[in-house]
């Protein structure tokens, strides 16, 4: 999955960076330096838990549980990763409705155990809702579908390629003849799990060039158009978007402020 965020963020010329485990050294401390860069404030960090203990990057404004945590360790250290030195910080988890009540539970009882040893109370901590535009949502889908098929195709690909590799060099040393175009037929017979996945990255690897061009076409001029992120022409302060930094050109915060420590939503 996060092979296939990076560039599907890339392509909406979002500045994302990948960090996990199978990248090499170089590669991860070059990941981190630009996503901490003092210059590069509204950055984007796609990271496997490999990123949740033993970095401390100051002014991380939120982190986004894109899997949830299983463990309540595991929440601790991602969450942790913002509201650091007294600074304000939102922690989101992406979770469908049957495993709401898991979650509730599992951040009940981290925050109710930190409530008492601060004595606090421990309602203020739980869970709420995101209330998310939809139409905002509906504005931004078509570029989110073009940046999808972009990096579906070029992932289709390259994944195409290591395996045919392997398969080359595995027939080679069993003395075998490889006919990439015989396993694929041979592969495409097959039934059962997975098989909708591999029809769905045969069809990604098979648009050309020219097709994936003009879809980057497409993506560009969605890029381009102007969207309304929430701002009433007819009552210019009824929505949830600061006036003041539209007109001033400046970037506000994606969810608002929030005041002090980690806001869980």
């Not at 002014?59 to 007294?86: C, F, K």
């Not at 289709?156 to 290591?162: L, N, P, S, T, V």
Request: charged letters at 30%.
């Amino acid at each position: 999955m996060l092979r296939r965020l990076t560039p599907f963020l890339q392509n909406l010329n979002l500045p994302a960076h990948a960090l996990h485990s199978q990248m090499p050294q170089k590669a991860r401390l070059r990941s981190i330096e630009r996503f901490s860069s003092p210059s590069a404030r509204h950055s984007i960090l796609i990271a496997t838990d490999v990123a949740a203990r033993g970095l401390d990057i100051p002014l991380v404004q939120l982190v986004i549980h894109y899997h949830l945590p299983r463990a309540a360790d595991t929440y601790v250290h991602r969450s942790g990763r913002t509201a650091r030195a007294e600074k304000s910080g939102s922690s989101i988890l992406l979770c469908a409705p049957e495993e709401v009540q898991g979650v509730r539970r599992l951040i009940a009882k981290v925050h109710a155990r930190n409530a008492i040893a601060s004595s606090d109370d421990g309602k203020k901590f739980f869970m709420r809702t995101i209330d998310l535009d939809t139409r905002i949502v509906s504005r931004l889908k078509q570029r989110a579908v073009l940046s999808k098929k972009i990096s579906d195709a070029s992932l289709a690909k390259e994944k195409k390629g290591h395996e045919d590799n392997w398969l080359k060099t595995a027939a080679e040393e069993l003395g075998v003849e490889y006919d990439s175009e015989e396993f694929a037929a041979g592969e495409g017979s097959k039934k059962g799990r997975g098989q909708g996945r591999k029809k769905k990255e045969a069809e990604a690897r098979g648009l050309s060039k020219a097709e994936v061009a003009a879809l980057s076409a497409e993506l560009r001029e969605e890029l381009g158009r102007r969207v309304n992120v929430g701002v009433s022409e007819r009552y210019l302060t009824s929505g949830g978007v600061d006036i003041d930094e539209l007109l001033r050109g400046e970037r506000g915060e994606f969810l608002g402020r929030v005041d002090g420590g980690i806001d869980d939503m």
